[in-house]
């Protein structure tokens, strides 16, 4: 393998950004698999993210066998997994991060512009093909959707690999409640590797450090950096600030392979929001569990990955042309996994159910009442929750759901947080390993009422499309009907078991002492990191109030719940 370190990449305003560049020492032509973003290209993995290198080491061994590991990246390819078969690998640092100069503005129309570049820079080199592959986690998936979306001619395919594709509506605001995640990631993982701040992280292999090679001044660092922190907080409705970091989905062309997770708050609607909204036809979704590094480590994942990039790069015969449009890890209330095939999403076969809030039995019944009542909780409480009544037959869960809630509050606004709920037989919860938080939960809906408004174009029974454009404050006391949006979701429930659901005024928090892990602050209770605490968005007294619900009569409130069948047999799909 040659290693080039640090090869300069010209943007189209001049700019140099820094690129390493892994290739196999043959003298031939090989297809590009590139990587650009913010986290410092030559800081190890084993040393920015130690807890999760001990996962994979503990836990996955297989993530990190057969190679030295000696050139492992936070959320981007082994070179050493790669380069043997056939592959240029390339990370760039991206504008202003690592050891590129320049304004950093994460997710900015300059930063996607840039990776532009990098693609078209990487195709006309004497080592490539022309053909360049994406792939990566998180930001590096992100990304993906973005640069996608402005069609570089040499893009080839992309794999993104658990990253959102909508910034407001997944990356900084649910259901039009901000979240903290920005404000917890971003001195962490992003401002410590700026360029030219003062980070003792060398790298391991040349010894440079991974933040430039030199060290700016305070006052130079906040003049070179965009404050993304204050950015949102600035612009609590869906303005142009987020439009222009959100991709048109509809301009990506290229194969795509969707992979993303069940349970994270950040990447799981991006992943089958994409998957839905490319224009291309050539486009495959594979959804799995566990903590959201993981599969991508793998040798499950890895040998995926290849097979898709050895069929569109490569062009070889992977047995690409055998896959499923929709792959999936259903899951399984012991932790486990039923992996199949499917021809659609949502599934064909899905039983679109209404299950309703009976106020006053407190129960989730199959039909509503036919007398309206209501009941009434504190905003800052423990909320209400309902049940079924113990399963008599297994039931299995998979897709996006809903809920449409008639409410009112005794403030101009409320914020309504529902979380899907699963009980054994003895009255304790499910939870899964989620991508970031061990005790995850079964599912998650947030709306902010005042932003209520829907798009009836976008809409659909089971995924509202909310515009977020505008506030409509309520009226005291007055009843409002709204619909929730319910992030996709996969649980097979035993018979025995309980299904519920729990609607608060705050973040869900699963009952019980813990000790709960703490990350950044936050103790993990079914959420991870993705709380709704800002103070500067759900600080005011307006959404500490009292919320009512009613349902029965004209106004039922209800969720929609995909049910699903046991599964045929998939047939095989043919691809160009």
């Not at 701040?197 to 001044?217: H, I, K, Q």
């Not at 997770?261 to 569990?289: C, D, I, P, S």
């Not at 809903?402 to 304790?428: E, H, I, K, M, N």
Request: glycine content about 10%; charged content about 20%; aromatic content about 12%.
């Amino acid at each position: 393998m040659l290693i080039d370190w640090d090869v300069p990449i010209e943007m189209n305003d001049g700019l140099v950004l820094r690129a390493d560049v892994f290739r196999p020492n043959d003298g031939e032509r090989h297809p590009v698999i590139m990587s650009h973003g913010p986290y410092g290209k030559g800081l190890a993995f084993q040393d920015g993210f130690p807890a999760m290198w001990r996962n994979l080491e503990t836990e996955h061994p297989d993530a990190l066998a057969g190679s030295s590991n000696l050139y492992q990246n936070w959320e981007t390819v082994d070179p050493e997994k790669w380069v043997p078969d056939g592959y240029v690998v390339i990370r760039v640092d991206s504008r202003g991060a690592g050891r590129s100069p320049g304004y950093l503005d994460i997710f900015s129309p300059r930063e996607t512009r840039d990776y532009y570049d990098c693609i078209e820079w990487a195709a006309v080199q004497p080592w490539s093909t022309g053909k360049v592959g994406l792939l990566g986690v998180s930001y590096y998936a992100v990304n993906q959707w973005q640069v996608a979306a402005l069609q570089p001619p040499h893009l080839a395919a992309i794999c993104p690999w658990e990253g959102s594709s909508d910034f407001y509506r997944e990356f900084t605001h649910h259901g039009g409640i901000l979240n903290i995640f920005c404000q917890q990631w971003y001195p962490g993982q992003v401002a410590s590797v700026q360029y030219g701040v003062e980070n003792p992280a060398r790298s391991r292999v040349t010894g440079e450090p991974v933040a430039g090679p030199e060290v700016l001044t305070p006052e130079e660092l906040a003049k070179n950096a965009a404050d993304t922190v204050a950015e949102l907080r600035n612009h609590p409705l869906l303005d142009e600030y987020y439009r222009e970091r959100t991709p048109d989905l509809s301009a990506i062309t290229v194969p795509v392979l969707s992979a993303t997770n069940w349970a994270h708050h950040l990447h799981t609607r991006g992943g089958f929001e994409g998957y839905a909204g490319v224009a291309g036809e050539q486009k495959w979704l594979e959804v799995h569990g566990l903590q959201h590094w993981v599969e991508f480590y793998t040798d499950y994942g890895v040998a995926l990955q290849k097979r898709f990039f050895g069929h569109f790069l490569h062009g070889e015969d992977t047995g690409w042309s055998d896959q499923p449009p929709v792959f999936v890890h259903a899951r399984r209330v012991d932790g486990t996994f039923e992996r199949r095939g499917e021809t659609a999403w949502p599934l064909d076969r899905t039983q679109w159910t209404k299950f309703h809030l009976d106020v006053e039995g407190a129960t989730l019944a199959p039909d509503g009442d036919s007398v309206e009542r209501s009941t009434e909780f504190d905003a800052a409480g423990d909320g209400l929750t309902f049940w079924t009544s113990p399963l008599l037959q297994e039931m299995e869960l998979m897709g996006p759901a809903s809920a449409s809630l008639r409410v009112s509050s005794s403030t101009t606004d409320a914020d309504l947080f529902l979380t899907l709920r699963v009980q054994d037989p003895d009255g304790r919860d499910v939870r899964f390993t989620s991508a970031i938080d061990p005790a995850g939960g079964i599912a998650f809906g947030w709306l902010r009422a005042s932003r209520r408004k829907t798009d009836p174009d976008r809409s659909l029974p089971y995924r509202p499309w909310h515009t977020y454009d505008e506030r409509q404050p309520l009226t005291p006391g007055a009843p409002v009907d709204v619909e929730v949006e319910i992030w996709p979701t996969s649980v097979i429930i035993p018979a025995g078991y309980r299904l519920g659901v729990s609607l608060l005024g705050r973040d869900f928090e699963f009952p019980g002492d813990g000790p709960w892990p703490v990350v950044a602050g936050v103790p993990l209770r079914g959420n991870g990191v993705f709380v709704h605490t800002d103070p500067h968005d759900r600080g005011s007294q307006e959404y500490a109030g009292t919320t009512t619900l009613y349902s029965g009569g004209a106004h039922p409130s209800y969720l929609l719940l995909p049910v699903v069948p046991a599964a045929p047999s998939v047939p095989r799909r043919s691809s160009d």
